[in-house]
């Protein structure tokens, strides 16, 4: 589906950062802004992405799709959807101005992550403009000095520290021939114990999600195995939208009030004792916790059992993202001093040091 407005303009893009190069100038980059409320708050001239847009190559019998930055992701998705496609990780949009750019940027997944993988996941190639004033495509283009990292995928949640991705090839999927969501009525601590029971055997489940009183699932896959998991899991069938609302955080657990974290979680973790509400996704991988607590008591709480804590309200603390252990900051640094020397890109949005 070609739109009046796609357009190249990445040599405009490539001169405004060659300028800002020039001049020493702090970038921030951004599309729709849809994410503008994740990381640190990050000065700088605007450089905004969107009038780069547009798809540029797709062939659903390849099962690949290459888009510019600035097309809006909710277009991305009409023309896939019409070759009865997807994107499998289900990245959130938080607004109907979001970006391909933005989504890559940001590196978040939905509710299928754990059964079909992370945005990182489906990252097959990009273009970047990096602060060396360069536009490399990369798997085309090799840097030496960075060999060793898969570059591509190392874009899926810098928050634009990198670079600017100008482009980005993602590998698609399929839609499921079959969809049915239930709900199940039972607590949490035994919904985490059934989600762990059925992860070793061969269910269709591609949704987990308790929001404090019931149990919600989704399977896909064929008519039969649906209908089969069904008849064994029993349930009420539950409208199918509720999956968007809690990935697009329509649901009322995320209506504005105590600050929100997000807390990533090894599989199979029991029911933290947290101050708060919480909802359980990702099968129990992630969860969600309204609360007031301090985020340094958050943090060592979820750090003994190996997670990391991520704050989705600004002002909250000066360090929305877990920080790092020091071993891991070095090899931040060492990779930013490759692809952004001059620290051009989104000063401090990840993390104040960088």
């Not at 489906?122 to 798997?139: A, D, M, N, P, Y």
């Not at 991988?285 to 059992?305: G, M, P």
């Amino acid at each position: 589906m070609q739109h009046e407005r796609d357009i190249d303009h990445s040599a405009a893009l490539l001169e405004e950062v060659n300028q800002a190069l020039h001049g020493n100038t702090p970038l921030r980059i951004q599309g729709g802004n849809s994410k503008a409320f994740l990381g640190r708050i990050t000065g700088g001239e605007v450089l905004d992405t969107r009038s780069h847009r547009g798809i540029v190559s797709y062939d659903p019998t390849e099962l690949v799709i290459t888009a510019r930055c600035g097309t809006p992701l909710a277009e991305l998705n009409e023309v896939l959807a019409a070759a009865q496609q997807m994107l499998p990780c289900e990245p959130p949009s938080f607004g109907a101005d979001a970006t391909v750019g933005g989504m890559i940027a940001s590196g978040l997944s939905g509710p299928r992550r754990p059964w079909s993988g992370s945005v990182r996941d489906f990252v097959l190639g990009t273009r970047v403009i990096t602060g060396l004033g360069k536009h490399l495509r990369f798997g085309g283009e090799v840097m030496k000095n960075v060999a060793g990292y898969d570059l591509s995928r190392l874009m899926a949640g810098s928050y634009g520290c990198l670079g600017v991705i100008t482009e980005v090839s993602l590998k698609v999927l399929p839609t499921p021939r079959q969809t049915l969501s239930i709900s199940l009525d039972m607590d949490s601590d035994r919904a985490l114990l059934r989600l762990a029971e059925w992860a070793q055997q061969p269910l269709p489940i591609s949704a987990a999600c308790h929001d404090g009183q019931r149990l919600h699932l989704r399977l896909e896959g064929g008519e039969g195995s649906v209908a089969a998991a069904h008849d064994r899991l029993g349930g009420e069938v539950l409208d199918g939208g509720f999956w968007a609302d809690l990935n697009e955080h329509r649901l009322d657990f995320f209506d504005k009030g105590q600050p929100l974290w997000r807390l990533s979680l090894p599989n199979n973790t029991p029911r933290l004792s947290l101050p708060g509400v919480q909802l359980i996704d990702w099968g129990g991988a992630q969860r969600w916790l309204k609360t007031d607590a301090d985020a340094a008591f958050i943090r060592s709480i979820i750090e003994k059992v190996g997670g990391h804590a991520t704050c989705y309200r600004p002002g909250v603390c000066d360090s929305p993202f877990q920080p790092l252990p020091v071993a891991l900051m070095r090899y931040h640094h060492n990779l930013k001093q490759q692809l952004d020397p001059q620290a051009i890109f989104n000063p401090g949005r990840l993390y104040a040091e960088l």
